[in-house]
């Protein structure tokens, strides 16, 4: 079966994501201000100025772009993974984690590499080494908002990616290419706050409108595309994002890796912006017409959302 598009947004979930991000009110009435239409000026130049674009992530530069595509060789075998991680011990604390985390539970507690990688298998150890290594973009250090936001933002990606993936395998698709498509999406949030950041105005602090909030979609979602090109994903990845880019993600086409990320992103956001028995209660009637899989890890995710809430 088919699965639906995501309910188009507009705009209210996008509202209450931002404000649950970073942890302001968004006035519904207000006009665009100054210095929102600054940010957004200075979003659309970073999308289109050449130069500019390399100071989007700058700290993954380098490291992300060998690194993913390393993840993505289909010749990469588990053992040659479990090396990788061995030698790392925050790559062996993130995969213990992971392991031990809803997705992956089981009856008794993993406490070493060994069991964690026979729980995860290959493509669990590609999403933890993704994890650990994008992770740090959305760490919060640097100017007001990227720090307010930095831990919502992260907590919002890791449901999003996993359910992005639980989508891809009722799909059909490569499940490691949804979940990087959803992380890469979302790291360019950080992107966006570094650049609002940026926007002084005196000792005056931010005041955000409705209208602005609506706003940064469309910029974001070109980021998407410069930052696919940067990373040097796939060919097939750097489409899709391109396609995100010029339509946006709300209405950019159906094809099955657009279609889960967009549903993917809705029920994130559904789940970082409202209650357990809401957010459920919300997305049953999207869960209904989804594949089972994808039921479970949603209501996983609500309940350890909940749990870590209280």
């Known amino acids: ?7 188009l947004d507009a705009g209210g979930t996008a509202v209450a994501l931002f404000a649950w991000m970073v942890e302001r009110e968004v006035d519904l009435k207000a006009p665009l201000g100054a210095r929102e239409r600054r940010a957004l000026l200075e979003l659309d130049r970073l999308a289109t100025d050449a ?20 993840l993505r060789d289909p010749a990469t075998s588990l053992s040659e993974l479990s090396e990788q991680v061995s030698r790392d011990v925050t790559l062996v604390a993130e995969v213990i984690r992971m392991a031990n985390s809803v997705s992956y539970r089981r009856q008794s507690d993993v406490v070493d590499l060994e069991q964690a990688i026979g729980v995860l298998g290959v493509d669990g150890l590609r999403f933890a080494i993704a994890r650990t290594v994008l992770k740090p973009l959305m760490d919060g250090r ?5 720090t307010r936001a930095g831990r919502r933002l992260w ?8 359910l992005s993936a639980a989508l891809a395998r ?27 950041d940026a926007v002084v105005s005196g ?5 955000f409108s409705a209208e602005f ?11 998407f595309g410069v930052v696919a090109q940067q990373w040097q994903l796939s060919d097939e990845l750097t489409g899709v994002a391109n396609e995100v880019a010029q339509h946006g993600l709300a209405a950019a086409g159906s ?13 994130a956001n559904l789940l970082c912006t409202h209650r357990i028995a809401v957010a459920k209660a919300l997305a049953e009637p999207l869960l209904d017409k989804l594949p089972s899989n994808v039921r479970h890890s949603y209501l996983a995710l609500a309940q350890a959302t909940h749990d870590a809430a209280a």
Do not use: N
């Open 255 to 267: 094809s099955a890796p657009v279609r889960s990320l967009r549903i993917a992103d809705h029920l």
């Open 142 to 146: 640097g100017g007001e908002l990227s």
């Open 203 to 207: 000792a005056v602090p931010w005041q």
């Open 1 to 7: 079966m088919k699965p639906p598009a995501a309910p």
């Open 155 to 162: 907590q919002h990606t890791d449901c999003k990616a996993q």
């Open 170 to 196: 009722g799909e059909g698709i490569d499940p490691f290419d949804a979940y990087l498509l959803a992380l890469v999406h979302d790291a360019v949030w950080s992107a966006v706050f570094r650049t609002m």
């Open 213 to 223: 909030v609506q706003s940064l979609g469309a910029p974001r979602d070109r980021l």
């Open 51 to 70: 130069h500019a674009k390399g100071s989007l992530l700058p700290r993954a530069s380098a490291v992300v772009p060998r690194l993913l595509a390393q």
